[in-house]
């Protein structure tokens, strides 16, 4: 058709996509605007997000469950913000967020709040990255929407709940003095409860997570700093949300996106090792210490994300 055209009209056509696809890829590269904002799902929770930094957009998926973001913020998310622009999300029922008035938490809940807040944002796509029971939600979501995924970083995630407290109660039972252990018949959550009571009575609970207690107490500093919302971990270890026992790791070998797995070489929280995570495009990296490697191992865990994060395609 061009070839009927003018050559002064087939000049000005060409300037003019030449133009649209200027405009088209600064609005897919415009930074977000920082700071904190409330977003409204679909079903009306009221949500608390936080941005800050530059670079490429990545939505922060916090464990607990119930924990809220603030922690990994100002512990980890904040040395990785001249290279990332972190989206700090609080769950719904969780942190700073406002709660769900139908009591809506299942996973797919959770999942599409996160999808309407990257539609909220414009984003095509960002980094999702998570810590410990986040990695159960992050995967959920790359895999109802691997499009809009352009790489994960798990962080001491779990993938199966049920792994992850067989673990914790292990190794936490072993911490306890012989006279302080549970009696084994004695049901799972049962025996749960009472060996973190135990280990809190005993001033033991840090060293479940974090390899010296100095850690732990900053830890636990911070994440008295903001107040929290703690419905949502309410309601997962009331038992009556079944899909947050569901195991994720054979999922994970259809998720053909970049992966960065971060390991704590003494974690017994996530009751995983290396080969769980069976993504076919994987790196993983096994920092000293326990649960936390972004408070552990500061330097090395800012590295390891940086050199994943500036090796993905533009």
């Given at each position: 058709?061009?070839?009927?055209?003018?050559?002064?009209?087939?000049?000005?056509?060409?300037?003019?996509?030449?133009?649209l696809?200027?405009?088209?890829?600064?609005?897919?590269?415009?930074?977000?605007?920082?700071?904190?904002?409330?977003i409204?799902?679909?079903?009306?929770?009221?949500?608390?997000?936080?941005?800050?930094?530059?670079g490429?957009p990545?939505?922060?998926?916090?464990?607990?469950?119930?924990?809220?973001?603030?922690?990994?913020?100002?512990?980890?998310?904040?040395?990785?913000?001249?290279?990332?622009?972190?989206?700090?999300l609080?769950?719904?029922?969780?942190?700073?967020?406002g709660?769900?008035?139908?009591?809506?938490?299942?996973?797919?809940?959770?999942v599409?709040?996160?999808?309407?807040?990257?539609?909220?944002?414009?984003?095509?796509?960002?980094?999702?990255?998570?810590?410990?029971?986040?990695?159960t939600?992050?995967?959920?979501?790359?895999?109802?929407?691997?499009?809009?995924?352009?790489?994960?970083?798990?962080v001491?995630?779990?993938?199966?709940?049920?792994?992850?407290?067989?673990?914790?109660?292990?190794?936490?039972?072993?911490?306890?003095?012989?006279?302080?252990r549970?009696?084994p018949?004695?049901?799972?959550?049962?025996?749960?409860g009472?060996?973190m009571?135990?280990?809190q009575?005993?001033?033991?609970?840090?060293?479940?997570?974090?390899?010296?207690d100095?850690?732990?107490?900053?830890?636990?500093?911070?994440?008295?700093?903001?107040p929290?919302?703690?419905?949502?971990?309410?309601?997962?270890?009331?038992?009556?949300?079944?899909?947050y026992?569901?195991?994720?790791?054979p999922?994970?070998?259809?998720?053909?996106?970049?992966?960065?797995?971060?390991?704590?070489?003494?974690?017994?929280?996530?009751?995983?090792?290396a080969?769980?995570?069976?993504?076919?495009?994987?790196?993983?990296?096994?920092?000293?210490?326990?649960?936390?490697?972004?408070?552990?191992?500061?330097?090395?865990?800012?590295?390891?994300v940086?050199?994943?994060?500036?090796?993905?395609?533009?």
């Open positions: 058709m061009f070839r009927f055209l003018s050559s002064t009209v087939r000049f000005l056509m060409l300037l003019l996509l030449v133009a696809s200027t405009v088209a890829q600064a609005q897919k590269q415009a930074a977000l605007p920082v700071g904190s904002r409330a409204f799902t679909y079903d009306s929770v009221k949500l608390f997000v936080q941005v800050a930094g530059q490429t990545c939505l922060f998926v916090h464990g607990g469950p119930g924990a809220g973001s603030y922690s990994f913020e100002k512990l980890g998310g904040n040395r990785l913000e001249d290279k990332l622009q972190m989206v700090y609080d769950q719904r029922g969780s942190g700073r967020s709660s769900s008035r139908t009591k809506n938490y299942s996973m797919a809940r959770i599409q709040d996160m999808e309407e807040l990257r539609q909220q944002l414009g984003l095509q796509k960002w980094v999702v990255m998570a810590h410990s029971f986040g990695g939600i992050a995967t959920a979501y790359a895999q109802k929407y691997p499009q809009r995924v352009q790489a994960l970083v798990l001491n995630s779990v993938l199966n709940p049920v792994a992850s407290l067989d673990s914790m109660l292990a190794y936490g039972t072993s911490l306890l003095p012989a006279a302080a549970p009696a018949s004695l049901p799972q959550m049962q025996r749960f009472m060996v009571g135990a280990l009575q005993l001033k033991l609970a840090g060293q479940l997570q974090f390899s010296h100095s850690l732990a107490a900053r830890a636990m500093r911070v994440s008295r700093a903001v929290g919302n703690p419905e949502f971990a309410q309601q997962v270890f009331s038992g009556r949300l079944a899909d026992g569901q195991d994720y790791a999922a994970t070998a259809k998720l053909t996106m970049p992966t960065l797995v971060i390991l704590g070489k003494d974690d017994r929280t996530t009751g995983a090792t080969a769980t995570y069976q993504f076919p495009r994987k790196q993983v990296v096994t920092l000293p210490g326990k649960h936390n490697s972004f408070l552990e191992q500061p330097a090395q865990f800012r590295q390891a940086v050199s994943f994060v500036q090796q993905l395609p533009r």
